[in-house]
């Protein structure tokens, strides 16, 4: 099935299928050069929307969220899937069965886990509690880094978006066949040695109701010591939703880490599929967070730099963004793997990595780093 994809020859020149350009920073599964996503969106939105028919239908998801008048509407993210009878929602994880939503609750959910030990490679090693100390006694169990504990890793199973460059892609393979786990068995997971627990992906948007009570039940079982309930998300999820997820980590000394995947709607649904209007509406919901735990930082931004889409403009109106807000607010550029549909793309180069830096510096922000540096491409 992955034979077209795994063909493609990195640093090959394509055209762009709008105005011609020929450039190796043009992926092939999507056609189109920045310039004519952001600045003709509306002539080039059909090959977008053909782009993302192509990188669903293999695993028999959704094209678009579903939208049916007499559907009924899961609330659970930014899509609010009306599901038609018999229907699928976008993320693949519930159906409309005799006008019931059914699949993922609050006990059920497609997921794995594993123990990490610390520290480990995470979005906010830099800043948080495990690879740093911060927040030492009430938050960490060393000055420095904890070394001897451990990180249980949740990864669910399904997204809200659907990057053309996801970098965990492979779960999409064996969605439908994944079972069903309780949120009891995923709190037993969390041992005495367990310091923080982590919940990335896909993305847990689509099953935080999971999420929220089995962070709630490890926390009740982990009663008199330290567990940090952290979150990798790209921030698409109900306010509400978010409300819970921001006092479960708020009070442990946790961290939850947006994923700002681009600053130009019109890009972000290029690449993703979706608007990224919930992710930066729930960013400054969380920004006014901030000062009531300054260390450890409780919110921490990223951004993967996809060659030839995510430059310095998009990192730039992020940066002031985020700066906005609150410059003191950890921002993490990470350096890009091709991977998924956009293996013909190259890695972040040093040069795109470098300037992408200065311009989130010179927007204000305080703590800003580069991350994956060992895939920077020189």
């Given amino acids: 099935m992955w034979t077209r994809i795994q063909s493609l020859v990195t640093g090959t020149p394509v055209k762009c299928q709008h105005c011609g350009t020929e450039s190796p920073l043009i992926s092939r599964s999507l056609g189109l050069c920045s310039d ?26 959704p094209p678009y969220p579903p939208r049916a008048e007499d559907g009924k509407t899961c609330h659970i993210c930014i899509n609010e899937c009306s599901i038609p ?6 993320c693949g994880l519930r159906t ?36 740093t100390g911060a927040g030492y006694p009430d938050f960490a169990y ?15 199973q399904a997204c809200s978006f659907d990057c053309l460059f996801c970098q965990n892609w492979h779960y999409r393979q064996s969605v439908s066949s994944h079972t069903w786990v309780e949120a009891t068995k995923l709190a037993e997971a969390v041992d005495d040695d367990t310091a923080c627990l982590c919940f990335f992906g896909g993305d847990p948007t ?10 709630k039940l490890a926390l009740k079982r982990s009663q008199g010591r330290i567990l940090r309930i ?25 961290c939850i880490k947006f994923d700002l995947k681009a600053w130009s709607e019109e890009i972000h649904i290029a690449l993703c599929g979706i608007s990224n209007n919930r992710t930066l509406d729930n960013f400054r919901f969380l920004a ?43 921002y ?17 180069s040093k040069h795109q990595a470098l300037e992408c830096l200065e311009a989130a510096k010179a927007a204000g922000l305080s703590r800003v780093r580069l991350g994956n540096i060992h895939l920077l491409h020189y």
């Fill in 36 to 61: 004519c996503i952001r600045h003709h969106f509306d002539q080039v939105l059909p090959i977008i929307k053909q782009a993302h028919y192509k990188a669903r239908e293999p695993f028999s998801l």
């Fill in 85 to 90: 009878e018999g229907g699928v929602s976008y």
């Fill in 96 to 131: 409309n069965i005799e006008g019931r939503l059914k699949g993922a609750t609050a006990n059920l959910a497609k997921v794995s886990w594993y123990h990490d030990p610390l520290p480990t490679n995470c979005v906010a090693d830099w800043v948080c509690p495990a690879g």
């Fill in 142 to 156: 060393r000055q420095g880094v904890e070394y001897g504990y451990k990180n249980l890793a949740v990864f669910y």
């Fill in 206 to 215: 689509p099953q935080l109701p999971h999420a929220i009570y089995a962070s």
């Fill in 230 to 254: 952290c979150w990798e998300t790209n921030g698409s999820m109900h306010p509400a939703l978010l409300k819970q997820m921001v006092e479960l980590s708020l009070n442990s000394g946790g």
């Fill in 288 to 330: 006014s967070y901030v000062k009531r735990r300054p260390s450890p930082p409780l919110l921490v931004a990223s951004t993967l730099l996809v060659p030839g889409y995510i430059d310095k403009e998009e990192v730039a109106g992020i940066a002031a963004f985020i700066s906005s807000l609150d410059p003191d607010i950890p």
């Fill in 332 to 348: 993490a550029l990470l350096a890009f793997h091709p991977d998924f549909l956009m293996t013909d793309l190259p890695p972040t």
